[in-house]
Each structure stands twice: as C-alpha cells, then as structure tokens.
C-alpha cells in the first residue's frame, strides 16, 4: 500500500535520477575494465606487437575519456535543470505561502466584519424596539388625556403629533435595517 505522504511525482523523478546515475557508473566501470584488460594484455605481448595494441590502447583511452566528457557535460546539464527546478519551487512555495497568508487575512477581516455589522443591526434593532415602545406610551398617554376632560385639545393636538412623527421616524429607520 502506497502512503498517503508520498510525492510520487518526486518518487518518480528520484528514480529516474538513480537509474541514471547507476548507468553512467556502469559505463565508469566498463570503460575501466575495457582499459584493464588492454593493459594487462600488453604485458603478455610480444614487443612485436606493442605497437598495434599501442594504437588500440590510445583508441580506448580515448574513448574512455570521450565518454567521461559526455558524463560531466550531461552532469552539468542535469545539475543546471535540477538548480533551475528548485528555485521554481521555491518560488512557487513562496507564492503559496503569501496566498494562503492572504486568504487568512481576508477571512479574518470578513468574520471581523460580520460581527462589527451583527451589532450594528442589533443595536438598530433595540432602536426600533425603544422606538416602539415610545409610541405605545404615548398612545396611551393620548388614550388616556382624551379621556380626561381637563387635558386641552392642543395638548392632544402635540401628542398626537408627536405620536405621528415618532411613527414616520420608526418607518425610515425600519426601511434601512
């Protein structure tokens, strides 16, 4: 069973790397055995001849070194690519981290919002509430001075106007909540 924790991108990459690695080793050590055998083959030779093994061993010494040329030249290619990849993924690391360092932010400030606006509105809300309960004093007080014949019809007249402009005043700021 395969781990949840494992990258098998990078898996894959770090195989391709070892396989690599393991083939240019292998061609390391054949290129030393190749050049083992013709030394040790030139010390059984007759001085006869040397000078064609002579030739051959210049052939593989330098096939030797042409193949270990092609090793650092890809070595360094591969270096460079694996250099550039881990900026990028530097890079990109960071990106994410300001991203995810901004979505908190945001979130932060949207849940702070919120709540600044849930008070708000309960603070209206207890406006209104007092509002109303203002209004139904004074409806009382008006049911009660037209009843009593001492209160003068001017009295009524101010509290009935009052009544009506607490009333209008409840309706704008209800239309607004």
């Known amino acids: 069973m395969i781990s949840s924790d494992v990258d098998l991108a990078?898996?894959?990459?770090?195989?391709?790397y070892l396989s690599l690695a393991k083939h240019k080793i292998d061609q390391r050590e054949f290129a030393k055995q190749k050049l083992a055998a013709q030394?040790?083959?030139l010390k059984k030779i007759s001085t006869k001849t040397?000078?064609?093994?002579?030739?051959?061993?210049?052939k593989d010494i330098a096939e030797a070194i042409a193949t270990e040329k092609?090793?650092?030249?890809?070595?360094?290619?591969?270096?460079?690519?694996h250099r550039e990849l881990v900026e990028k993924i530097d890079k990109l690391e960071g990106k994410l981290e300001k991203?995810?360092?901004?979505?908190?932010?945001?979130?932060?400030?949207i849940l702070e919002l919120e709540l600044k606006i849930k008070k708000k509105m309960a603070s209206r809300?207890?406006?209104l509430a007092g509002l109303r309960d203002a209004i139904k004093n004074l409806e009382k007080l008006y049911a009660s001075a037209k009843k009593d014949k001492k209160v003068s019809k001017m009295r009524l007249k101010s509290i009935e106007t009052k009544i009506k402009k607490?009333?209008?005043?409840?309706?704008?700021?209800?239309?607004?909540?």
Request: net charge positive; glycine share 0%.
């Open 125 to 127: 809300r207890e406006e």
């Open 10 to 16: 990078k898996t894959k990459s770090l195989l391709l």
């Open 39 to 41: 030394i040790s083959a």
């Open 166 to 177: 607490l009333k209008q005043k409840l309706k704008i700021k209800a239309k607004k909540l």
């Open 70 to 81: 092609k090793i650092i030249t890809s070595q360094k290619t591969e270096d460079e690519h």
């Open 50 to 58: 040397i000078k064609k093994h002579v030739v051959d061993l210049e």
């Open 99 to 109: 991203y995810l360092n901004t979505k908190e932010a945001r979130k932060r400030r």
